[in-house]
């Protein structure tokens, strides 16, 4: 158990971060110089991190595997990023934020470092506007806010439906800046794909130069993932397509611990799956939910077209089962409720696995408050419909058009049909309070790290953590292990452990291309996806995991045995870059399955069907299962349990309760 | 679910490398269903000619929800096909007909270097960005963002340049190749907001040199860029950052 301990700064909970900040070790700029940093992927936790070290004075690296860093995966987050900065006087506080994260996180995050990320939250608000982030506004200028699901405050900023992509742009731009000062050295469509450990430290980085195929060696005195999450181990999500877990996976089976790797999210609302063809699923913001109502038909297999259902044929579950947070409760219990109403037979569309979001009631809401601003106090129904579906169109045309494209159905005129989906991976690397992983000098931030969410993530605050991590935490918590480290000299890419991890990398790609087998990867990633979605999803139970384990064994033995690779090593071979992917997904998701069979309890994301109240809700067992799952890799199958004890001293832990 | 029944003739570009002379080349596909979209389609393509033991075209994609702007081909002459505001990755084969040929070809323009099939280098795109494309404000600088009021009209107006996606679909249809609406989105965006003030003419400046240094063309005003790009940015952009461009010549303090 030595090894598990996650650093927790003494003192009181609202002290710690700014105790830990006044108290911890600087480097002084002249040895900030010659320190070299490593940071791998350029979404919001890599880029904000990569930026913000460089204009602190360290020498930077930083890699991603896209064409150009802008188009890292957070810049698909569309509703919004929360801070506690209360503008709308409705009750926030640093304390609220806090307290709905552990709360909508099921109890199972740790409490200073979900302290020290709702302190930070206002700071990143504060930061993006003055990068020129084109945050919403009211007419009187100030910066709006909207609800997102688990709380009852307005604390959400956002940009339309692409705040993701604004915030990215402005961590983009600020990394771009150090670029053009020659202060980050930017490798671009470049895949991290070993970590190198001298001494027991990490020290630098095996990446490969995907359009020469070349393997490089990069020395850094520190290493910082921000890679993302794990979510395409589905085969099916709404990740981008390049969204992998290799560079986690690698870490990991060098001594990084894996944290809680069976919590996954499931988004209520997307986009459901229109054929075998498939390749990806497309969330529909869940800041929908502030103004679509959730229902299903109350009679089964209903043949209606949903305008010809009338009011009292609707089930409008949401607001039924839980009518204090209604159409707002957290993704886990929405998606859920979902599942639930389709497995009853209540599903609508082709496939019976949708439900109807319908935004007919706020349109007419909308549309009677801008009569009446325009001075017309009594609106007919269609006027209302116009000047509504104008409201409606501000707040989420770009996601509406995006439905219509994808669907052929126009959303103005019918509800839209949803689904739950694959979103986010709350579980990933163990890290300490100051990011650190088990291997000292290698750090983890955003959602490849496991810390901040616990069980389930609320809505609005996977950007709030990324950019957390990389603008105000990491900058702070690296300079502890670098104050150590000041003598040393950057060691030279010939260094053994640099040939070794080289040539293992060399003798894995030497064996895709030389098994030439009958399938593609594709091919095995949809089959795994299939055993994850089936038995690891929404719902979960012994005997199903048990069956995944054994198939997910034989489905890499199979794939070790028949994948086809084509092409050489030495040229852009994007079927060569999906097979270390799917490789590391088969391995994975191995351990998702062993994850969840060990923890017998249903808690945010995972729900273990043993383990549920009559009413249905997931069933926490807070005597045996208070604790982080953190894995340590044993060589092939075999994973050994770590567990970090979560004790909660500022919150009483309670079934969650929406109703 | 939906199955397919499209069949089609494909012509695509295939280049070996950066290197060598590339040509279009035919493959038929049968069965597609019209809910795939274009990359879908490409990927059953894939499949096929990876089955066949032949070497599947390489293609420049990710998020394919439309927002990270790498899809990139070049569709019956027109970037990302023939729907108007949208990415190729949310073009849907509802758009073609049955037995269409359709030809796909690489973004073409001297400051995007084929790398492999459709697959070209946009880096030229970063380097403008890194020329001046932001506001230096170290991380720890901000104040509460409250106290700075910005009137919602500009802030939309901003918000509006701001969409770019930077996917490079206004160089390829451009005549000249020229890259002036995405650099103008980014001068725009930070000209509008009370922000971008300070340095707002040092960096029209230094991007429009970087934005020439890497070769784009010149504009002559044909608007086949807005009429292309995917997400509607406003050849207003580009007046605007000429207006700045001209400016900045008779403000001496500002100069580069």
Known sequence: ?659 | MSTGNMNLTLQVWRQKNKNSTGKLVDYKLSDISPDMSFLEMFDVLNEQLINKGEEPVVFDHDCREGICGMCSMFINGQPHGPKDLVTTCQLHMRSFKDGDTIVVEPWRAKAFPVIKDLAVDRSAFDRVIAAGGFVSVNTGNAQDANNLPIPKAKADAAFEAAACIGCGACVATCKNASAMLFVSAKISQLALLPQGQPERYRRVQSMVAQMDEEGFGNCTNTGACEAECPKGISLENIARMNRDYFSAKFISEEEV
């Open chain 1, 1 to 659: 158990m030595s090894k598990l301990n996650s650093n927790i700064p003494a003192g009181e909970l609202t002290q710690k971060w700014t105790k830990y900040k006044s108290s911890v070790p600087l480097v002084n700029p002249a040895n900030k110089r010659s320190i070299e940093v490593i940071v791998v992927g350029s979404g919001l936790a890599g880029a904000s991190a990569a930026a913000t070290l460089a204009e602190m004075g360290y020498k930077v690296k930083c890699f991603c595997f896209q064409d150009s860093p802008r188009r890292a995966h957070s810049i698909a987050a569309q509703g919004g990023i929360n801070a506690a900065k209360n503008y709308q006087n409705d009750g926030d506080s640093t304390y609220r934020l806090f307290y709905d994260t552990i709360k909508g996180g099921d109890y199972r995050a740790r409490e200073a470092n979900v302290h020290r990320l709702a302190e930070v939250s206002a700071n990143i608000i504060d930061q993006c506007v003055a990068q020129g982030v084109p945050l919403a506004r009211e007419y009187g200028g100030l910066l709006d806010n909207r609800s997102f699901g688990g709380t009852q405050v307005q604390r959400t900023f956002y940009a339309a439906g692409q705040t993701g992509q604004q915030l990215l742009l402005g961590a983009y731009s600020a990394l771009e800046r150090q670029i053009g000062m020659g202060k980050v050295e930017m490798y671009t469509r470049h895949e991290m794909l070993d970590v190198v450990i001298i001494d027991g430290k990490a020290r630098g980085i095996i990446a490969r130069n995907l359009i020469t195929g070349e393997l490089e060696r990069h020395f850094g005195h520190a290493v910082v993932l921000g890679t993302g999450g794990y979510g395409n181990v589905f085969y099916l999500s709404t990740n981008a397509m390049g969204s992998n877990v290799t560079a986690a996976w690698k870490v990991h089976k060098k001594g990084a611990f894996f944290g809680n790797p069976c919590y996954t999210q499931i988004h209520p609302t997307c986009i459901p799956v229109s054929g075998d063809h498939q390749s990806k699923l497309t969330l529909m913001s869940e800041s929908l939910r502030n103004d679509g109502r959730i229902w299903v038909p109350k009679k089964k297999d209903d043949p209606r077209k949903p305008s010809d259902i009338p009011e009292d044929e609707r089930d409008y579950y949401l607001e039924r089962r839980y009518p204090a947070f209604g159409n707002l409760v957290p993704r886990d219990v929405a998606s859920r409720a979902a599942k639930e109403r389709c497995d009853a037979g209540y599903g609508v569309g082709a496939s019976k696995l949708a439900v109807y979001l319908d935004f007919k009631a706020n349109t007419e809401r909308y549309g009677k408050i801008e009569a009446s601003k325009a001075g017309n106090h009594n609106p007919d129904k269609e006027t209302c419909m116009r000047l509504g579906t104008a409201v409606i169109k501000e707040k989420y045309g770009n996601l509406f058009d995006m439905y219509a494209q994808i669907t052929g159905e126009n959303p103005y005129e019918t509800p839209m049909r949803i689904y739950p989906a694959v979103h986010y991976t709350m579980g990933g690397l163990w890290v300490d309070y100051d990011l650190m992983t088990t291997i000292p000098g290698l750090y983890c931030t955003g959602e490849a790290n496991f810390s901040d969410h616990g069980a389930n993530r609320l809505g609005a605050s996977a950007l709030m953590q990324g950019l957390a991590d990389g603008y105000f935490v990491l900058p702070y918590t690296i300079g502890s292990y670098l104050s150590k480290d000041i003598s040393t000299k950057a060691i030279p890419t010939d260094h053994p452990a640099f040939v070794e991890a080289e040539n293992n990398v060399r003798a894995t790609i030497d064996k895709f291309l030389s098994i030439n087998g009958t399938k593609s990867v594709d091919h095995f990633h949809k089959r795994l996806g299939h055993i994850m979605w089936e038995k690891c999803g929404m719902a979960r139970n012994r005997e199903g995991l048990t069956e995944a384990i054994k198939e997910i064994q034989d489905l890499r033995r199979e794939f070790w045995a028949d994948v086809k690779v084509p092409g050489s090593a030495d040229e852009f071979n994007p079927e060569l870059e999906k097979a270390h992917r799917v490789a590391d997904f088969i391995e994975l998701g191995e351990l998702m399955c062993i994850d969840a069979l060990n923890r017998e309890e249903s808690c945010g994301g995972h729900f273990r069907e043993e383990h549920q109240t009559e009413e249905g809700e997931a069933k926490r067992d807070d005597v045996n299962f208070a604790y982080v799952a953190a894995w340590e890799y044993k060589g092939e199958s075999t994973f050994e349990l770590h567990k970090e004890e979560l004790n909660y001293e500022n919150i009483k832990v309670a079934q969650r309760n929406y109703k």
